[in-house]
């Protein structure tokens, strides 16, 4: 049985230990009256808290039991906010109005993402375009009113696929979609200007092929900067994350074995020399926007998730020193399975982690960014989208999300401009800062008959696709298998076709609709052709100069990876002084190219 | 009965989204369009080479990863300095692709851009339209793989009209050439042909885009043709999607076809002898010929005796062990592969074939053919640099004057009308 399936049976055997605790309540007096007792404590312990028009609230929100099962069921089942298995939330106090000042976050959240509610923009806008000093102009734009700087960085179509600007036919993908990066200059061009050493400072790169080597650069960008001794204080996230690319996203540019071993050596480095950095975002995103079902999302992203621990843990690295760097990425859209997906997820993860890996509290914690559903966002009438994205956002806090990334209403038909990133980012304020749904109590909308049963409907469909994925032998089984794969599009697939005949009802599109399709009038932000030709002519330089050592660098890399060494320090060598292309290029000499799965 | 339109669809370079060209292919060819799908993240070469080669109507391409306007830009130049624009560009991108982009695009060349909410029946009636019309006559080819390609389409071509053999006029065409095209006539045969056959799923495909991968860095000037054949019912459409999986042979010496079986059975179309007779004489050094994934009964390459070797790739899980007396080629195949052998089942299956393999020895020698022993290997195609396939493009490389240097075509035929009448 691979630990897939004792994952499964982790959670039933924890299924069954709820219900024999709540047995027990009942009919161990002793018992009854401790958890009574305890009970009664925490409920008298509850702060009070005063909304604005002086209504009093308390900040934690309990269920009405006095019952010792009920008691029980609720502590082992459900956990109080911060404590095992998590379902209700990771944290104690997630987007409460502080008391005071705001509270040490640190203790709290690690380097993830936090609401800094003075803060005017949600903390991490994910932003990526033209050029690296377009980028890094973007970013001193977007932080200048923040004591913190949480930058999220969108790579362009040729760093993604970790080829260099010059390559055959890519010139007019240049610096679109996200920044152009090549090179180790690039790198320190990007982010210019910020101190990547300090505690305020956390860097977000979203890239999964050539993450490694993106990694690479960007120490050695850092190391140019600050001297070697920043390495360990290097803050930030790397999303890395071979698996759902192969499921979903397509961006995947060595074969799957290979790209996770450049994976696990890169893990191998950054959690022995980097403790602050997370190595690798675990992320459902992309499977949601490919079209699989919430179920599938959840399901995916989790046994995902397991797999790289499982890998990790083989290598002999503790998993309480990886598992706290590891955090997740969700999609969050309209579907009723929202209201309790990533809550779900966070019990599975927590009980997974304890009792299959022997994971310690903190490596337990299920961290989640959210990210509002692009998928449901579309261009006819697109300022409906607002109104989407504003539920989707209340699903996600619902859900205790750790931070979280509204879409702009634009997006359906381009990168997002100023003014509705603006809307999107106070879409998050209004629901968290201006609206009491969020600020006043722990646990507003939780443990609703309806919730629950979301919950129970969850988890078992996700346990079903666990025991299919063990079936066909494990996570990596499963994927060359394309069985991920094929779920998905097949789901994707039904949506389409429940949206063309009308089950599915889409405002503007197939219900209500007042033939205002046309997409607006907008300004797209396109990378005009000299900033692309500037590129080009940079990467020429960088090469000429860098010639002789390129080569030397790159047999170094090659001769590492032969001899299946871990190739991360070598990989930090090349970076110096090789483009991203050159280093691609050579590793697939080694080991091969990605095969497309059709 | 006119061919069915055939059109190539891919995705742009450094672009993933391959969810919208999927639903779209499948639409195409449910209305009788053959569709070359090329797959995702593919360079402008890559896509202009490939519809030269296949000589399709059209090319579809989906981006949604913008730089679009340059992209299919460079298509359409591309195409015009190959001396092929009478292939057209069609596309779309949703909302990423705007009313002003399209108008731009357009005025580069492009045929038509569709928006978001086109339906599939207006992309689908498009096509017909436009490219179902026949061919107005053909500029003289600029390049020996255009050349090729014409030629071929114009076998299929009289083939689906019910003709045996091309037209007179495709004939005088050809006589023009020095590399004469006769069909049927192996004299002038200079290519060594090359067979794979086997069941669905066995790996074929990848399996011949590594021996190509090898063959092109052992040969730095060395030539290679395939012919990739996918099924498809009469007048009906298909996917022909080999060139997605084949990455290693979108290369400017690997002259690559994809062709439907259009209604036939077995594993060819019923033009594919004629198209191997024209690749065989073409100074290719190997010619590589790859089934659709065939059934136990197939023989697919015993007719025409074109092809000087022929490899069986099997899969382990082929059902019990009294499934492989059932298989024919178990008998034929000079080289049986079996690919996957990093499956469990894979060590069990080597045994029961080899076992297999023995008793057609006995047989083989009373026929006077010396006890030529069938070569088995076991592979991992999906791994890269794999000893297995190593071994096999050793074997296959050294066949050129070894042990399996076309024995055997004479010596073999005998046999096998003895076999048939039995």
């Given amino acids: 049985m691979s630990k897939l399936g004792q994952v499964v049976e982790a959670v ?42 002086g209504l009093p609230l308390p900040r934690l929100a309990l269920p009405e039991i006095d019952e010792p099962g009920e008691i ?8 109080l906010p911060g404590e095992f298995p998590y379902l209700s939330a990771a944290y104690r106090e997630m987007y409460l109005e502080p008391v005071r000042e705001i509270e040490s976050f640190e203790k709290n959240a690690g380097t993830i993402d936090k609401k800094i509610p003075q803060a005017e923009e949600p903390t991490r806008l994910f932003s990526g375009l033209m050029l690296a000093e377009d980028t890094n102009e973007r970013f001193h734009y977007l932080t200048r009113h923040q004591r913190t700087h949480r930058l999220s960085t969108a790579f362009d179509g040729p760093t993604l696929y970790g080829i260099d600007s010059d390559a055959d036919g890519v010139f007019g993908k240049i610096g679109e979609g996200g920044v152009a990066i090549d090179t180790v200059e690039d790198m320190m061009q990007l982010y210019d200007g910020f101190d990547l050493g300090s505690p305020n400072f956390s860097a977000s790169m979203t890239i999964s092929g050539p993450a490694p080597i993106i990694m690479a650069m960007y120490i050695a960008a850092a190391k140019r900067r600050f001297g070697p001794k920043v390495v360990p204080k290097l803050r930030g996230t790397i999303q890395a994350d071979i698996f759902k690319e192969v499921q979903a996203q397509n961006e995947t540019i060595f074969p799957i074995e290979p790209s996770l071993r450049f994976l696990t050596d890169m893990v191998e480095f950054t959690t022995h020399e980097m403790p602050r950095w997370y190595p690798i975002s675990i992320s459902g995103y992309h499977i949601g926007e490919a079209g699989s079902t919430p179920v599938q999302q959840a399901a995916y992203t989790l046994s995902n998730g397991f797999a790289y621990v499982e890998m990790f843990a083989g290598l002999g690295i503790p998993v309480d020193q990886f598992g706290p760097r590891l955090s997740f990425f969700l999609d969050c859209g309209l579907d009723a399975e929202y209201i309790a997906l990533a809550r779900v997820s966070r019990r599975i993860w927590a009980i997974g982690m304890r009792d ?21 966002l579309i261009a006819a009438e697109f300022k409906n989208n607002l109104t989407r994205t504003a539920a989707e956002l209340v699903l996600a806090y619902v859900n205790a999300t ?19 990133i603006r809307l999107a980012a106070h879409g998050q304020a209004i629901l968290l800062e201006e609206s009491g749904i ?42 060359e298998e394309r069985y991920q794969r094929s779920q998905i599009q097949n789901a994707s697939h039904r949506y389409e076709q429940q949206i063309y005949d009308g089950t599915r009802p889409i405002i503007g599109l197939n219900r209500y609709r007042d033939g205002a399709d046309e997409i607006p009038d907008v300004k797209l932000a396109r990378t005009p052709r000299s900033k692309q030709q500037l590129q080009v002519d940079r990467l020429a330089k960088f090469k000429k100069k860098n010639a002789e050592k390129a080569k030397r660098a790159l047999d170094k890399l090659a001769g590492a990876v ?37 | 009965m006119a061919s069915p339109i055939r059109i190539l669809t891919a995705v742009p370079i450094c672009d993933g989204h391959d969810s919208a060209i999927n639903t779209i292919n499948l639409e195409f060819i449910r209305h009788g369009i053959e569709v070359i799908y090329l797959g995702y993240h593919r360079s402008v070469t890559d896509i202009v080479r490939a519809a030269i080669q296949e000589d399709v109507r059209a090319i579809g391409i989906s981006s949604y990863n913008g730089g679009h306007i340059e992209f299919f830009a460079e298509v359409v130049n591309l195409l015009r300095k190959k001396g092929a624009d009478d292939i057209k560009v069609f596309g779309g991108g949703g909302g990423t692709i705007t009313h002003d982009d399209a108008a731009i ?59 045996k053999r091309p037209t007179p006029n495709a004939q005088r065409r050809t006589s023009k050439s020095k590399k004469r095209h006769q069909t049927s006539n192996f004299k002038h045969q200079t290519s060594r042909v090359i067979g794979f056959t086997g069941p669905g799923g066995a790996g074929k495909t990848t399996l011949i885009d590594e021996l190509v991968l090898r063959f092109l860095n052992r040969n730095p000037k060395g030539k290679i043709a395939i012919l990739s054949h996918d099924p498809s019912v009469v007048g009906e459409g298909a996917l022909l999607g080999d060139r997605a999986t084949m990455i290693n042979s979108q290369d400017d010496r690997v002259f690559m076809r994809s062709m439907a079986t259009r209604g036939q059975a077995g594993g060819l179309s019923p033009a594919t002898h004629d198209c191997l007779a024209l690749l065989a004489q073409l100074n290719f050094d190997n010619v590589i010929i790859e089934t659709v994934g065939t059934g136990q009964e197939a023989m697919p390459f015993q007719k025409n005796g074109i092809v000087d070797l022929t490899v069986l790739v099997m899969n382990p899980d082929y059902g019990s062990r009294l499934q492989l007396q059932k298989i024919v080629m178990l008998d034929l195949a000079d080289i049986v592969v079996v690919n996957k052998s990093d499956l469990q089942r894979a060590r069990t299956a080597h045994t029961e074939i080899e076992q297999r393999l023995e008793q057609n020895r006995p047989v083989r020698r009373s026929f006077g053919e010396g006890g030529r022993k ?49």
């Fill in chain 1, 438 to 479: 969020f600020k006043h109590t722990m646990n507003m909308l939780s443990g609703s008959p309806g919730m629950k049963a979301v919950e129970r409907a969850v988890e078992a469909a996700i346990l079903d696709e666990f025991r299919e994925i063990e079936r066909l032998g494990g996570v990596l089984a499963a994927v």
């Fill in chain 1, 356 to 376: 299959v890996f022997g994971a310690g509290p903190k490596a337990q914690l299920y961290k989640l960014h959210t990210q509002t559903s692009g998928r449901s």
């Fill in chain 1, 12 to 53: 039933e055997n924890y299924d069954k230990f709820v219900l024999d605790q709540v047995k027990r309540a009942r009919t161990d007096e002793k018992f009854g009256r401790e958890l009574l007792g305890r009970w009664n404590d925490i409920k008298a312990k509850i702060p009070v808290t005063r909304t604005p028009t």
């Fill in chain 1, 562 to 598: 032969e001899r299946g060494e871990n190739c991360f320090p070598t990989l930090l060598e090349a970076a110096e002084v090789c483009s991203l292309g050159q280093i691609t290029g050579r590793l697939q000499e080694v080991v091969g190219r990605f095969r497309p799965m059709v």
């Fill in chain 1, 72 to 79: 029980a069921r609720y502590f082992f089942g459900e956990g």
């Fill in chain 2, 105 to 163: 695009m357009k005025r580069k060349g492009v045929e038509e851009v569709f928006f978001a909410g086109t339906s599939l029946e207006e992309m689908v009636k498009f096509v017909h339209e436009h490219y179902g019309k026949p061919r107005a006559k053909r500029t003289r080819p600029k390049s020996a793989d255009q050349e090729l390609a014409h030629k071929l389409t114009e076998i299929e071509d009289s083939y689906a009209a019910g003709r």
């Fill in chain 2, 374 to 422: 069938q070569q088995l290997i076991d592979t991992v195609a999906k791994r890269h640099r794999d000893p297995g396939v190593d071994r096999l493009f050793e074997l296959i490389s050294s066949g050129r004057d070894g042990a399996l240097r076309r024995p055997a075509a004479a010596a073999r035929r005998p046999y096998q009308q003895k076999r048939r009448k039995k």
């Fill in chain 1, 402 to 420: 750790n931070s979280c990334h509204s879409n702009s209403a634009d997006e359906p038909f381009t990168t997002p401009s100023e003014e509705w």
